[in-house]
Structures are given as C-alpha cells and as structure tokens.
C-alpha cells in the first residue's frame, strides 16, 4: 500500500472583503471569500464580469489590500505585512500573468523572462541559465531574441507564463491569461499552464469567463456577486 502525503497549503484566504469607495457610494466588489490552494493545484476562479474575480486574484496576489479578511503565503499572513516585506513577498514568491500579457515592448523575449532575475540581483551567469531554461519550458527556445511585436498572442503569453514562473515563485497568479487568444490558442496556453503547475508544484488561481478552460482546473470556486456560491468540481 502505498500513502501519499496530503499537498501543502501554500495560498489560503479567510473571510476576505472588499468595499471600494467610488464617487457614486461603495461597491462591494468581494464578501466573506474563504479559498485554500495547494502546492500543485490548479485552482480556477470563474464568474460573470463584474462578479469579482480580479478583486479577489489582486488581494491573493497582495497587490491590493482587504477591507477585512486575510491571506495567509505558508506562515506569513501577508494582509498584515508592510508595504516593504509586501513588496519582497511580490518579488520572491509570486508570480503574475496578464491578459494583456504585460510585455516590455522594447525588450526581447529573454530580456522580459529576465525581470523578475534582475529586480532579485541573481548573478548574470544564473539570469542567462534560468531564463534559457524557462523559455524552453514553454516551447520558445528558439525565439530568445525576438521583441513581443514579433510574437503571435499566443506566444507573448508563453514569454508572460516564462516570466513569471522564471524565479520559482510558489503561487502563481494569472487573471484571464487567455482572455486574448482565440480559442486553439487559449486551449494550448492554459494545457501549458496546466502542466507547468503539476510539474513544479506551484499553487496556482487563474481566473477565467471561459467554460472550456475549466477541464484543466484541479477545482474550481464560482464567484456571483463577490461571493463565492459554488465550489464546482471540487
Ligand atoms: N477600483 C475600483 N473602484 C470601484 N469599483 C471597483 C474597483 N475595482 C472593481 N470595482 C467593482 O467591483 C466589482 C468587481 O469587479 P472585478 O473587476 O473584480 O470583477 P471581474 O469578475 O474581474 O470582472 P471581469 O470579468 O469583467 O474582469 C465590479 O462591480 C467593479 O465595478
């Protein structure tokens, strides 16, 4: 018999609000959202436009703060960090994917993988290792050198998912990554993010409107109204 170790809880949320205040009154953007992602998990985030699904990735992603509630990054409750320790938390354990993909235009595409590499101060012999690695990972060896004008959609997005995974992050954050692409394309891209997740054990929360994606979701947590109503298939 063999026995296998429960996944580590790297990403938990508890009890997280958002209220937003806006020259028309507040909006409640998020209420009461409670979610657990695992080392490995693929967890999707689905919901109509407006039902919060960016506001919940962005405090996830402490790139926004809560009204209340909290987000747990293994020991460390983030919600509770300063700007500075929040700002190297970014930097050294998350990694983040666009719709829009976020490309430096006037960079290469190993030159944008490189980012995160630079902002940490790795050495230059490693920078030039990892992103060779990393673009390779997601099938661009051969494209190192070329600017993201040069790319199709679907490739910009693999130079976005390079990136962000290029300095090991444990949880990986992507917002609509294929609300782009056509839907051959987004199928390739988010199989991609499917098996990079498995393969090196990231916790990961993509948020999507497309019904189709939800076949590579490990589980998926329904939002409507900025409140969490379905745990789907999980
Ligand atoms: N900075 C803000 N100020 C005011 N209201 C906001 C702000 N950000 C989001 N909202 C509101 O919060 C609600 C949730 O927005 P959010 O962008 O999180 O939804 P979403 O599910 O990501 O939508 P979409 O799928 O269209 O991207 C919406 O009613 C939105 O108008």
Do not use: C
């Not at 937003?20 to 209420?31: C, D, I, K, M, W």
């Not at 699904?53 to 919600?79: F, I, M, Y």
């Not at 976020?102 to 940490?120: H, I, K, M, T, Y």
């Not at 962000?164 to 692409?181: C, I, K, N, R, S």
């Amino acid at each position: 018999m063999t026995a296998t170790a429960p996944a580590r809880t790297v990403l938990r949320a508890q009890g997280l609000s958002r209220v937003f205040g806006t020259g028309a009154g507040e909006v409640r953007a998020l209420s009461d959202a409670s979610l657990e992602v695992a080392a490995g998990e693929l967890l999707v985030v689905r919901g109509p436009s407006g039902s919060g699904k960016t506001t919940l990735l962005n405090l996830l992603g402490a790139l926004d703060r809560p009204t209340s509630g909290s987000v747990w990054l293994g020991d460390a409750e983030l919600t509770a960090l300063g700007e500075k320790a929040v700002l190297t938390a970014r930097r050294e354990r998350i990694g983040y994917v666009f719709q829009s993909f976020g490309l430096v235009p006037v960079l290469s595409a190993a030159e944008n993988v490189e980012v995160p590499l630079r902002l940490r101060r790795t050495p230059p012999a490693e920078r030039a290792e990892r992103v060779a690695a990393a673009l390779d990972a997601v099938g661009l060896a051969g494209h190192a050198k070329q600017r993201p004008y040069e790319l199709s959609g679907g490739q910009q997005q693999r130079v976005g998912i390079a990136r962000a995974l290029v300095a090991e992050p444990e949880v990986l954050l992507a917002d609509e990554p294929t609300g782009q692409l056509d839907s051959g394309t987004a199928a390739v891209v988010m199989d991609l993010l499917a098996r990079v997740v498995h393969d090196r054990r990231v916790a990961a929360v993509v948020s999507t409107h497309d019904p189709e994606l939800m076949a590579r979701a490990d589980r998926v947590v329904e939002l409507h109204d900025g409140q969490v109503v379905d745990r789907g298939n999980g």
